[in-house]
């Protein structure tokens, strides 16, 4: 079985947020529980000012901290689906340990005050369990990956597009979105992506074009002193969160 | 343990819940798309059941005209994807590409055609409509249309139209207008759009027309104010060309210059932020350099006939001694303007240091292939035009035009003609209405003698009588209600105006409406649409419906054919054998027959099967001093001068003129509306920008990456990501220096109040200030995004969704007199504390 990893090109990226929006009506999620965000920091001031971004899906780290703290063990990494970290949303007992033990910011609990109001599940309530049923919804729904739209109280992520990624052909090294045989087995961010800031592969084939990628121009992980071992690479200039500091008022 | 208990909760939930799923499956649950809960699966609902169907499509979220595959499934859209297929899209999408289930689904669509019951119109009235059907909605327009050309006033109605797609839409509206008896069919909206920096290339290289580029072989870009990536045009095409150009070899050098922070400068190599309003002061300067560097593509523009460089600062030259070879006035242009235009002039201007003027030039000029490029930020100011010349003048000094890794112009597709001639159907009443009256926007006239269209002066015209007062307008992916400067004074003026609305969704012009006629989404239409300027060579796409209408609406090409119909007389013959928007189309696709697409697209089935139609390559290139065309297998074919001024640059000499020919035919005007003496009007040359609004403060109001087309304000999605640089939390701020934040007093997070004079009377609007030390002090942001008071529920949310208001409200209705692009970028503003 592969290793999916992921490769985010920060010389290319553009801060479009492409990939927060195909995320987004790819799987369903609600306005603000960004699977896939995009963080803006501003430094400096004019004129020298900077701007830069950062693109941050789930990492899938090879040693999960929220798998750690899990109580229910709904939060599982999964080595036979390519060492993706799932959420069963029928054992997810919605505690948020997870949500406070992953060092990267990229787990939801989407049952509390609605980013943008009035509150979209107001429009189109629930049925069936879901939290909410839009009249657009993926076909593809799993629970016990933490695919589809979620039941009320339960924490969702990122499951590097479980569903589409799963039925890619064995034994592939990389999910090239250009080729039209594998574009459907691509996860949405990486598919959508117009600068081709992002690229999926197999961590464990050394002839990868991810491994390609992350030799030629020294991968880096995020926050890798922690241990946790991201399958998210980022390339280029700039793969770094400055410190949090409260706005100046 | 309340987490068992909580465990236990919900188990309970879900049975309960999914009992009623099962029981609710025939009814309207089947309908929203959810299988059935299986009594086996009973505690989550199984994957949807059934084949998903990929309909071809184009987005509608700006004009960039991206091709889409949209994924179906039991006849409910549920993804959106780019079309690998298309040219533009390459299997991509930029951020709003994929919102455009929401706007098929959007909770706020009108779901048929109705009419006004309540005959006071205001912000505050309720237009009361009541459902008709669509004959009656058609008849009443048509009695009113007819009953308009018995009293000899069909001039009286007028067509506003925002974004046309192609033949089967706005294409129609010049027969309409021709067959019926009016000037006014259609009022464009370009004049609020970017129609100066057409109007620049009109003045210098002879094209009506913004440029296609060649951006993959380009080696140096000068990005003057065209957010490239953010809503430059195509924003998907442009991002991927961007990825491209960091990667090859060489690097693509980017150099920006912009009024304010955004990811474009941010992502470049270089960034200044300019004085609003002064970019044609740094392109003299930058023109300046190239000329007394001896920088110039000399196989382009031409030299002294010994080699000697004679343009030295100050110094006039001799005409007679510099031979020009594509070019038209370089030794008036230096010496009446660009002698004294030194960097050091320009940094008075611009605040940009002459030390990297400097530099730039001596890149841009050097590193070829270069493009300078532009848009609505230079030209959205009094002296626009003049800006964008200067601007374009550079493509010129580096011999870009027609070059590879160049610009160049637009190619259109190969169609087929429509079955029936407009011609053939005139009666004498439309016949004796051709020229009788001019436009109510008077656009073309001696009022605006240069300008294409001048929607934004329809308010005033119309309420001043003058040159007439409108009876009826029908109005076409438009919304001037907000969207125009001044907008209040289309509140006022639309009172009195029988208004038919043609939008899917409500908004501030169709509470004015007396009918509303709503159109199609776009996932449900059928309709062509031939490209924007992209890379030259032609190409049409076509939006195939992927459902069926989810509501009860109609084509737009289908309601004027149905009110064609039902004018009096020959009109309707015309109409009734036009048919339908698929006839038209047939007939359009058949011009494939002769000349198949590089996919293979050769008639209407395999159109709708691909979604485009196109055919590589641009027909014609420089280089190295000549103009060649394609000769079917290369650029062989050498052109002679009246070759590239007939195919090419149809200014008056046949060149690119830095002593424009354009304007020199309205000297006169120019001198009486811009103070610029006649016999300069020609010369590319520095003109001060006039600012609006009396107060302190430049105000810009620029579109965002998730601008969908006017929509995004109601979009949900939209909201949640309406970054950068400061929103992202379902609004936008206002963003202000520090400095000039605090000199107010000020915080982070306040509610402030922007003020300026418009048409004498001090106008308001308030939003939240968020503190930015990117941005320059003396400038404000503030994203044209929100404001709205009718456009859906999320649009018009009150609380702590409270959104800013409409930027529009403090911008003056003053255009650039040559272009006449509205000046949305030069107001200066008051700011306090609310």
Same mark, same amino acid.
């Given at each position: 079985m592969a290793k999916w990893g992921m490769v985010i090109d920060l010389d290319k990226c553009t801060g479009c947020q492409a990939c927060t929006t195909a995320c987004a009506m790819e799987n369903d999620t609600l306005p603000g529980e960004s699977w896939q965000d995009v963080l803006f920091y501003n430094e400096g001031e004019y004129p020298s000012a900077q701007m830069k971004w950062l693109p941050r899906p789930c990492m899938q780290c090879e040693d999960p901290s929220c798998v750690h703290v899990c109580p229910t063990r709904a939060t599982y990494k999964d080595e036979d689906a390519g060492g993706i970290v799932f959420v069963d949303w029928n054992k +997810?007992?919605? +505690?948020?340990y997870c949500m406070i033990a992953c060092p990267y910011g990229v787990r939801f609990f989407a049952d509390e005050q609605p980013l943008v109001e009035p509150d979209i599940r107001d429009t189109y309530p629930g049925e069936n369990g879901q939290m909410w049923s839009p009249p657009y919804q993926n076909p593809e729904q799993d629970w016990r990956r933490g695919i589809g739209i979620q039941p009320k109280g339960v924490v969702s992520k990122c499951t590097f597009c479980y569903h589409k990624v799963s039925k890619a052909p064995e034994g592939v090294a990389d999910l090239d979105e250009d080729d039209p045989e594998l574009k459907e087995y691509v996860p949405a961010c990486v598919r959508t992506c117009a600068p081709k800031a992002r690229f999926f592969g197999d961590l464990d084939n050394p002839e990868s074009n991810v491994n390609r990628l992350i030799a030629d121009k020294k991968g880096a992980r995020l926050l890798d002193h922690t241990g946790n071992r991201p399958q998210v690479y980022y390339l280029g200039a700039g793969a770094s969160i400055p410190a949090f500091r409260p706005r100046e008022s | 343990m309340n987490i068992l208990q909580t465990l236990i909760t919900r188990r309970r939930f879900l049975q309960a819940t999914s009992a009623a799923g099962a029981a609710t499956a025939m009814g309207y649950g089947a309908l929203r798309g959810l299988a059935p809960v299986r009594e086996s699966a009973a505690q989550e609902p199984a994957s949807m059941e059934g084949e998903t169907r990929i309909t071809k499509n184009i987005c509608h979220q700006c004009p960039a005209r991206c091709g889409i595959d949209v994924y179906t499934r039991n006849g409910r859209v549920h993804a959106i994807y780019g079309d690998t297929g298309n040219p533009i899209a390459n299997g991509k999408l930029c951020p709003k590409g994929h919102l455009g289930t929401y706007l098929l689904y959007d909770p706020d669509r009108f779901e048929g055609p109705m009419k006004r019951t309540n005959p006071n119109k205001g912000r505050n009235e309720d237009p009361e409509f009541v459902p008709i059907t669509w004959e009656e909605a058609f008849d009443i327009v048509a009695e009113r249309l007819n009953r308009l050309r018995e009293n000899g006033e069909s001039h009286r109605f007028a067509h506003f139209y925002g974004r046309g797609w192609g033949s089967s839409d706005a294409g129609m509206y010049g027969d309409f207008g021709k067959l019926y008896g009016t000037p006014n069919s259609a009022i464009g909206h370009a004049s609020i759009c970017a129609e100066g920096s057409k109007r620049a290339k009109e003045a210098t290289d002879g094209n009506n027309s913004y440029n296609a580029y060649d951006? *993959?072989?380009?080696?140096?870009i000068l990005n003057f104010g065209a957010s490239f990536l953010e809503a430059f045009r195509p924003y998907n095409y442009l991002m991927q060309m961007w990825g491209h150009m960091r990667v090859k070899s060489p690097q693509t050098r980017i150099t920006s210059i912009d009024v304010r922070m955004n990811p474009t400068m941010a992502a470049s190599d270089r960034y200044h932020m300019i004085k609003p309003g002064t970019d044609g002061a740094m392109a003299l300067a930058i023109a300046h350099v190239i000329l007394t560097e001896g920088l110039w593509d000399k196989e382009f523009v031409g030299d002294f006939e010994d080699g000697e460089n004679r343009f030295r600062t100050g110094e006039t030259i001799d005409a007679d001694v510099f031979e020009e *070879?594509? $070019?038209?006035g370089i030794a008036d242009w230096w010496n009446e303007?660009?002698?004294? *235009? $030194?960097p050091e002039w320009a940094e008075e201007i611009t605040t940009i240091p002459a030390s990297d003027m400097q530099r730039i030039a001596r890149e841009f000029a050097t590193t070829k292939p270069a493009i300078a490029l532009m848009e609505r930020g230079p030209t959205a100011h009094f002296n626009g035009t003049y800006n964008g010349m200067a601007i374009h003048a550079l493509n010129a000094l580096a011999g870009s035009m027609f070059a590879e890794g160049g610009l160049f112009y637009q190619m259109g597709p190969s169609y087929g003609p429509l079955p029936v001639s407009a011609d053939d159907y005139m009666d004498d009443y439309a016949k004796d209405m051709e020229g009788k009256h001019p436009r109510i926007d008077m656009a073309g006239t001696d009022k605006w003698p240069m300008a294409g269209t001048m929607m934004q002066e329809t308010a005033k015209h119309h309420l001043a009588g003058d040159p007439y007062k409108l009876d009826t307008a029908m109005f076409f992916v438009t919304n001037p209600i907000w969207s125009a400067p001044d907008p209040i004074l289309w509140e006022e003026a639309l009172k009195d105006v029988f208004i038919i609305d043609t939008s899917p969704y409500p908004g501030e012009t169709a509470m004015y409406a007396d009918i509303i006629m709503p159109e199609h989404t776009y996932l449900e239409r059928l309709q062509d649409s031939p490209t924007y300027p992209f890379e030259g060579w032609p190409m049409s796409a076509l939006r195939v419906p992927a459902v069926d209408p989810v509501y009860d609406t109609k084509h737009f090409g289908d309601m004027l054919i149905e009110i064609g119909k039902r004018i009096d007389g020959p009109m309707s013959e015309y109409y009734a054998e036009l048919g339908d928007v698929e006839n038209m189309l047939r007939h359009r696709a058949a011009?494939?027959?002769?000349d198949p697409g590089d996919n293979g697209v050769n008639d209407f089935e395999s159109w709708k099967e691909k979604g485009v139609w196109y055919k590589k390559p641009y027909h014609w290139r420089y280089w190295r001093g000549q103009f060649w065309e394609w000769d079917g297998d290369d650029y062989t074919i050498e052109m002679s001068e009246p070759e590239v001024k007939d195919k090419l640059m149809p200014t008056g000499s046949g060149k690119f003129e830095f002593k424009s020919s354009f304007l020199e035919e309205h000297a006169g005007y120019i001198a009486e509306e811009m103070g610029i003496p006649e016999d300069k009007a020609g010369i590319i040359q520095w003109v001060e920008p006039r600012h609006t609004g009396g107060g302190d403060l430049h105000f810009v109001t620029p579109k965002l990456p998730l601008k969908a087309e006017g929509r995004s304000a109601n979009l949900p999605q939209a909201q949640a990501y309406m =970054?950068?640089?400061? @929103?992202? =939390? @379902?609004t936008v701020f206002l963003e202000v220096h520090p400095r000039t934040a605090h000199e107010r007093g000020i915080s982070d997070g306040d509610t402030v109040r922007l003020s300026a004079q418009v048409r004498g009377e001090q106008k308001s609007i308030t939003a939240v200030a968020r503190l930015m030390p990117s941005h320059r002090p003396d400038t404000l942001v503030l994203p044209h995004e929100y404001g709205h008071w009718a456009q859906g529920r999320w649009a018009t949310a009150n609380g702590r969704h409270a959104k800013p208001g409409n930027s529009g409200e403090l911008t003056e209705n003053l255009s650039d007199p040559i272009s006449g692009l509205a000046s949305y970028y030069t107001s200066k503003v008051t700011l306090e504390r609310a």
């Open positions: +997810c007992i919605g +505690c948020k | 951006y *993959r072989n380009c080696n140096y *070879r594509w $070019t038209h303007e660009l002698k004294d *235009r $030194t011009g494939f027959a002769d =970054q950068p640089i400061v @929103g992202g =939390q @379902g």
